[in-house]
């Protein structure tokens, strides 16, 4: 049982250590919602099913709050400062049409 928990921390540990404070991803002007999202969110979420993105918590399911959580990051996520404009327009409005709130 140690050696099982061990592994989970150890596997926790590695996927935290690759979502760090700040990402210096840029989006080419003309990308997608769905490549900015398949560029870098899916490094630390991994889409629930072909239909389901992400469930999205109260206060992130709109398209200012997916952009603010973007610009500013969180604990765990890192911010993405590169990401404005069209282009953090189109990926809320990708986020938001592929997700489920809870």
């Keep these: 049982m140690k050696k099982v928990n061990s592994l989970f921390v150890i596997s926790v540990l590695l996927v935290l250590a690759g979502c760090g404070k700040t990402n210096d991803y840029a989006p080419a002007a003309d990308a997608s919602g769905e490549a900015i999202f398949g560029a870098v969110c899916t490094q630390c979420h991994t889409p629930i099913s072909r239909e389901v993105v992400m469930v999205l918590s109260e206060g992130v399911a709109s398209e200012e709050g997916i952009k603010n959580k973007v610009r500013s990051g969180s604990m765990r996520m890192p911010a993405f400062p ?14 938001l049409a592929n997700s489920q709130a809870q």
């Excluded at 590169?82 to 986020?95: C, T």
């Design 82 to 95: 590169n990401i404005q404009g069209e282009a953090a327009d189109r990926l809320a409005e990708y986020v």
